[in-house]
């Protein structure tokens, strides 16, 4: 088990030595993260592990557990986000080997020598848990309440002007009177 998180590693190396990386990274380091998040606080628990399957791949597997605030798209007030996700990536040496993968399969393409990043790798799992639109449930959302409570003013207001009208008639028909007399 590694404690740091190398900018780039050679993940068939790293699987033939079934390299294991995990420890707990700041928020803050995942910039593309950061711009979809109310707050970047806080941090993400990672572990990545890299497995040799055949001669030609190598699968890279890693959970995340985090608590994430993300913007609710009703209130655009911060919502909490309990994230807890695990993930496995197919390491291909080629466009042509990533083809024989089948589609449900998440491959990342490595060419010859080129390292993977990590952080990279643990970014790009981050985004793609997060929803396209999210959003409080309706008990929690600050619009829920707020809508509701302009609803009641509007039936007070109703039974308010309900009960001035008959007295506004009658203060038109004394005045009415009073002229006429
Ligand atoms: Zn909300």
Redesign the pocket.
Known sequence: MSPRLPESVDPWRSADLQKRFSGQLALSMFPRLASSLTSAKGTVDYSLEFKRITRRRVAISGTLHSQLSIE?Q??M?P?PYPLDVSFELIVTAGPEEAKLLSEAADSLVVVEDEGVSPLEILEDELILVLPLVA??SED????GPEEMAVGDEIVVEQEASEDESPFAVLAQLKSDLKQTN
Request: proline share 0%; charged share 25%; with cysteine.
């Open positions: 609710c009703r209130c007030g919502m959003m409080h929690e959302c600050e619009v």
